[in-house]
């Protein structure tokens, strides 16, 4: 390729590079205030004793979700199987994969609410 060429394919990266940066800052500071009214609303509703709030943008609801504690025997045991997973990783046993991940970092900034 050309050194022309090159450049102006480095410099369109870097412009695309530039716009997804903006982007995700945008989006943070997005999902930052949605997370603060999120919690209003579910302050809100508490108090307001609302279970179920039906709104154009969607439905709003508190529900119950189940999780288990284990027994110890059941830790133990999981404790266990993680030790055995980590021998089979050292020994060889264990096949490892690898997949190809594309990660963007972005600067820290801070963003006011």
């Not at 050309?2 to 590079?17: D, Y």
């Not at 004793?49 to 110890?72: I, M, Q």
């Not at 133990?76 to 055995?84: H, M, N, Q, T």
């Amino acid at each position: 390729m050309p050194k022309k060429q090159k450049e102006s394919g480095v410099a369109f990266l870097k412009a695309l590079a530039e716009e997804y940066g903006h982007l995700v800052v945008q989006i943070d500071a997005l999902v930052k205030s949605q997370d603060l009214v999120k919690e209003k609303m579910k302050e809100e509703m508490k108090k307001a004793k609302v279970d179920r709030l039906e709104t154009n943008p969607g439905t709003f609801s508190f529900y119950k979700r189940a999780s288990w504690l284990y027994s110890a025997d059941i830790k133990s045991g999981y404790e266990l199987l993680k030790k055995e997973e980590l021998a089979e990783q050292e020994s060889g046993v264990a096949k490892k994969t690898e997949s190809e991940v594309f990660k963007f970092t972005p600067v820290k900034v801070n963003v006011k609410t």
